[in-house]
């Protein structure tokens, strides 16, 4: 009888097991897409073009969750169908922009040989959150090429993406978060507490706080491209926050989100 009894249990356990929800791991894949657009397709030995280069990022699984990720960062049904989207877009850029530039005499022999790059790719999973990376980097003639980095913040239990108002409530005009920032940037340029802003490598002392934004264990991430509130050359400029510091100036809804992210800033 007891024996029976150790069966019976040992068999209710593994039909628990056994029914018990799985967690499904996600699934991605990298896509790669090169093409190159003449300016003049009657001369191709000769003619100068434009050379296109993109690795897209694409999720399979879960369903449900690929095809809203995969809306959301392309806003169609397919890679091949985004891919043919952006050449055709950027054919017209590239000629269009050719023309207008012989048309007024900029250059008499300007460089028409230009390029374009895009890269999608995952920055961070966190929990239930999702942060993903997106790179354009792109030469249209002139002194140096061009580049321009987003993130995006997605919470895929809700399939949404976070912006950063959802974690402050007064975001960026709230004096005691500005300042801590501010602090950041201090040392990102190398200055004191009390030097001004603009004794360092930004434009002026108050920089411009709507960037882009990401999520990490250790902080509030923050970036800007090039010109946006420093020189060209100083490239991009990210700092992170520490949630410790700017916890007292958080939504109460924003605290609770970064729980979706396996960020406890209750604990």
């Given amino acids: 009888?007891?024996?029976?009894?150790?069966?019976?249990?040992?068999?209710?356990?593994?039909?628990?097991?056994?029914s018990s929800p799985?967690?499904?791991?996600?699934?991605?894949?990298?896509?790669?897409?090169?093409?190159?657009?003449?300016?003049?397709?009657?001369?191709?030995?000769?003619?100068?073009?434009?050379?296109?280069?993109?690795?897209?990022?694409?999720?399979?699984?879960?369903?449900?969750?690929?095809?809203?990720l995969n809306n959301a960062l392309y806003s169609v049904p397919s890679l091949d169908e985004y891919k043919d989207y952006v050449i055709n877009e950027?054919?017209?850029?590239?000629?269009?922009?050719?023309?207008?530039?012989?048309?007024?005499?900029?250059?008499?022999?300007?460089?028409?040989?230009?390029?374009?790059?895009?890269?999608?790719?995952?920055?961070?999973?966190?929990?239930?959150?999702?942060?993903?990376?997106?790179?354009?980097?792109?030469?249209?003639?002139?002194?140096?090429?061009?580049?321009?980095?987003?993130y995006y913040v997605f919470d895929m239990?809700?399939?949404?993406?976070?912006?950063?108002?959802?974690?402050?409530?007064?975001?960026?005009?709230?004096?005691?978060?500005?300042?801590i920032i501010y602090d950041e940037l201090r040392k990102y340029s190398n200055l004191t507490k009390t030097q001004p802003l603009s004794e360092g490598i930004f434009f002026n002392d108050e920089p411009e706080l709507r960037s882009s934004f990401f999520i990490t264990q250790e902080g509030l991430g923050l970036h800007w491209d090039p010109y946006q509130i420093a020189p060209y050359a100083v490239g991009y400029i990210e700092i992170i926050v520490p949630w410790n510091a700017i916890r007292p100036m958080m939504s109460y809804t924003g605290i609770e989100l970064l729980t979706k992210f396996n960020i406890y800033l209750f604990m």
């Fill in 90 to 150: 950027q054919r017209n850029i590239y000629r269009g922009k050719a023309v207008e530039m012989a048309q007024s005499g900029i250059n008499n022999e300007p460089n028409h040989n230009w390029w374009y790059s895009e890269t999608v790719d995952i920055k961070e999973s966190m929990g239930q959150g999702l942060i993903v990376e997106r790179d354009y980097h792109f030469y249209t003639g002139g002194a140096h090429p061009g580049k321009t980095k987003l």
């Fill in 1 to 18: 009888m007891k024996r029976y009894s150790l069966v019976c249990i040992f068999a209710l356990v593994f039909l628990g097991c056994a």
């Fill in 157 to 179: 239990s809700e399939y949404r993406q976070l912006r950063i108002d959802d974690f402050f409530t007064n975001f960026p005009r709230e004096p005691r978060l500005r300042d």
């Fill in 22 to 68: 799985q967690i499904e791991k996600p699934q991605y894949t990298q896509r790669h897409y090169t093409f190159s657009i003449l300016l003049d397709p009657e001369q191709p030995g000769r003619s100068p073009q434009l050379d296109l280069a993109m690795s897209l990022l694409q999720m399979e699984y879960p369903a449900e969750q690929a095809e809203y």
